[in-house]
C-alpha cells in the first residue's frame, strides 16, 4: 500500500474567489451618482451565509458591464480574505465579459 506525503502548516490569510449571480446586479439597471460610497453584500452558498463590504464605485462598474453586455455573457467575481465570521474582508468585484470560443476550422 502505497503512503502519502503529509504536512502541516499555518497561513495568515484565507483568500477567496467567487464567482455570483449576475442577476441581482443586472436587476439594478443603473447606480444613482448620489448612492453611498459602500455597498453592503449578502451570498448564500449552500446553506452559509458570506459577507462583503465593497465600494459603490466598482459595484457600479459590473452593473454598467452587465448592462452593456447582458448577464449571460459576463461573469462576476468577487475576491477578497475570509474571515472566521464569514465576513469577506478586502473585498473587491469585477465584471469580465466572457469570450467567445473561436469557430473550429474544418
Do not use: C, H, W, Y
Not at 41 to 60: E, F, K, M, Q, Y
Not at 68 to 73: I, L, V
Not at 80 to 94: D, H, M, Q, W
Amino acid at each position: 500500500m502505497e503512503k502519502s506525503l503529509k504536512l502541516a502548516t499555518t497561513a495568515r490569510k484565507l483568500k477567496v474567489t467567487a464567482i455570483v449571480d449576475a442577476t441581482p446586479f443586472a436587476a439594478l439597471r443603473t447606480i444613482p451618482d448620489n448612492a453611498p460610497p459602500r455597498t453592503d453584500l449578502t451570498i448564500a452558498i449552500d446553506g452559509r451565509t458570506v459577507t462583503a463590504d465593497l465600494a459603490t464605485r466598482s459595484v457600479r462598474k459590473a452593473v454598467k458591464t452587465l448592462t452593456d453586455n447582458g448577464s449571460d455573457n459576463v461573469v462576476l467575481i468577487l475576491q477578497g480574505v475570509l474571515t472566521p465570521s464569514n465576513r469577506i474582508e478586502e473585498a473587491g468585484i469585477v465584471a469580465q465579459v466572457k469570450v467567445q470560443a473561436p469557430a473550429a476550422a474544418d
